[in-house]
């Protein structure tokens, strides 16, 4: 059987989802919270300020109960008696307790006891009151009123509302209650008996006002709260706008950038804070960028320039030996011999391009071990034996007697940066013939130098040795590619190790770096 193949179905393209501009999130989110503050401030004081108000005057009436019923107990633990029965049966207060020189006058003296806005009712066991203050207008406890010019009534110091507070109080050791009126004044009773449950003291006090208050503050909040959503709205806006106003600018400097500008540059006031140093790094980063591209151009053209010359070269001499001196074997050799140096020429400049890319994009990966940094100058500086001998030359390899010295690096690309640095110092080397190899512990790790007596390098060239392609004028016409010490920058800067030069006219050169003895 057949079969064919149904026709491929595009795939829809997935619907971009609505993206919200940080500016318009941040509004949002500032506006979100000053709804939600609002909302938290009406919900408090509407709702909790009235309960609030209420255990605020709880405790205050409890408190000053607890303060009244503990005088009372420490008088009959004494055996004064509170109250005495007249002859036709009234009740009468011990004057030594409740009078001028009494400690309950005493206390109220002391600011331990306040009966301020407060109406006091105390009764003994029959219910009938003993003694009794009274500082609330109008009082629910004993039915009183007002006449209508706002002064006291009469009062009912039996009335049945206290009465039946005083049975409940007797009943249960403690009393709380909210008592009200149908015209709506509410008030709240706080009731105690003492130790003996011989007496019940009864504190009330107003909470009519309260009520109202929550009700007028019901009122305004939603007119409030408009006013301040609205001021939080425009400050959002405000805000929103200057906060973003860095992030607009990277965002254009970052495009321009992408554009191929590398000059651009991110302008404004200059801020402290993290956008500010987001800033300073998008620059810093801008001209790194910027430095590295001008380099790579600068490769290019110096690379460029050194290809041409040997091509021309060996394309010159080839078409030589094709046409003239193809039979002349002297010319064809000397011809041919250039033709070879200028193709060794080549392949060290193509090789050292290579090496620098591998080295510096990490193709080439850093694989540190443990091994002795004194046995590795030994190696390389056996093989500049010959090379010195020949030359009448002399390589110093100073290090320690006896004493190893542990690095933690890549031994291979270690020896290859050692290559270069001597390479570089023999170029450079002085009248004396004497270049110098040295390796010793220092700054908890390794501290190698390659040292040279040549003619030293100017103070303003230092900065610019280990860039690439970079040659200073003494270097002018001398043989090498002008990668070497940008590959020995590649190699250090791969270990994460500390590296530089140090140099004076007439004085000669150091290139010193620092390994770590450990991972």
């Not at 309950?104 to 003993?130: F, H, K, M, P």
């Not at 106003?245 to 993290?274: C, F, H, I, K, W």
């Not at 591998?358 to 500086?381: I, T, W």
């Not at 007697?401 to 050692?418: G, K, S, T, Y």
Request: neutral net charge.
């Amino acid at each position: 059987m057949i079969r064919f193949a149904h026709p491929t179905q595009p795939v829809p393209p997935k619907k971009r989802r609505l993206q919200l501009s940080i500016r318009t999130q941040l509004m949002l989110f500032l506006c979100a919270i000053s709804l939600l503050l609002l909302l938290l401030v009406w919900f408090l004081a509407a709702q909790l300020l009235q309960p609030v108000y209420n255990r605020h005057i709880y405790r205050n009436l409890n408190t000053q109960a607890n303060t009244l019923i503990t005088l009372m107990d420490t008088a009959i633990a004494d055996g004064q008696a509170l109250s005495k029965r007249r002859y036709d049966g009234s009740l009468a207060v011990n004057s030594e307790f409740w009078g001028a020189n009494g400690p309950v006058e005493q206390a109220i003296q002391n600011g331990q006891l306040s009966l301020a806005g407060i109406c006091l009712d105390i009764s003994d066991s029959t219910l009938r009151y003993v003694a009794y203050t009274e500082n609330l207008y109008p009082c629910l406890m004993h039915e009183g009123t007002l006449n209508s010019f706002g002064a006291a009534a009469q009062f009912s110091r039996d009335s049945s509302t206290a009465i039946r507070l005083r049975q409940q109080c007797f009943a249960k050791g403690r009393l709380y209650r909210t008592i009200e009126t149908a015209s709506g004044t509410r008030q709240m009773v706080v009731g105690r008996t003492t130790a003996d449950g011989s007496y019940v003291v009864l504190l009330s006090a107003n909470l009519t006002r309260v009520s109202e208050a929550s009700g007028v503050l019901a009122a305004l909040l939603p007119m409030i709260a408009l006013l301040l959503f609205g001021c939080a709205l425009v400050a959002a806006w405000l805000f929103s706008r200057w906060f973003t106003r860095p992030l607009t600018r990277l965002s254009a400097a970052a495009r321009q950038m992408a554009q191929g500008n590398y000059a651009v540059r991110v302008q404004g006031d200059v801020r402290t804070d993290e956008l500010g140093a987001l800033a300073q790094d998008f620059n810093h980063m801008a001209a790194e960028v910027q430095h590295a591209a001008q380099m790579q151009r600068e490769l290019l053209a110096n690379v460029s320039h050194d290809l041409r010359t040997p091509l021309t070269l060996i394309k010159g001499y080839a078409e030589t030996v094709r046409d003239l001196t193809g039979e002349d074997k002297a010319c064809r050799d000397e011809q041919m011999n250039i033709v070879i140096d200028e193709t060794d020429r080549l392949s060290a400049l193509v090789n050292s391009v290579m090496e620098l890319t591998k080295v510096a994009s990490g193709a080439e990966k850093c694989e540190p071990v443990q091994f002795d940094m004194a046995q590795l100058c030994e190696e390389v500086a056996d093989r500049y034996a010959g090379v010195c001998a020949q030359n009448g030359w002399t390589l110093q390899l100073q290090l320690p007697e006896q004493q190893p010295l542990p690095v933690f690096a890549d031994p291979a690309m270690i020896e290859r940066a050692l290559h270069n640095l001597l390479g570089n110092a023999m170029h450079h080397i002085g009248p004396d013939g004497q270049f110098i190899l040295r390796a010793f512990a220092a700054e908890g790790g390794v501290r190698v130098e390659v040292a040279d007596h040549g003619p030293g390098i100017a103070a303003e060239e230092l900065p610019h040795l280990f860039d690439r392609y970079y040659r200073s004028r003494a270097d002018a016409g001398k043989p090498g590619t002008g990668l070497g010490l940008s590959i020995t920058k590649a190699i250090f800067q791969q270990h994460g190790c500390r590296f530089g030069v140090n140099s004076a006219p007439g004085n000669g050169t150091c290139f010193w770096f620092i390994l770590k003895d450990k991972a």
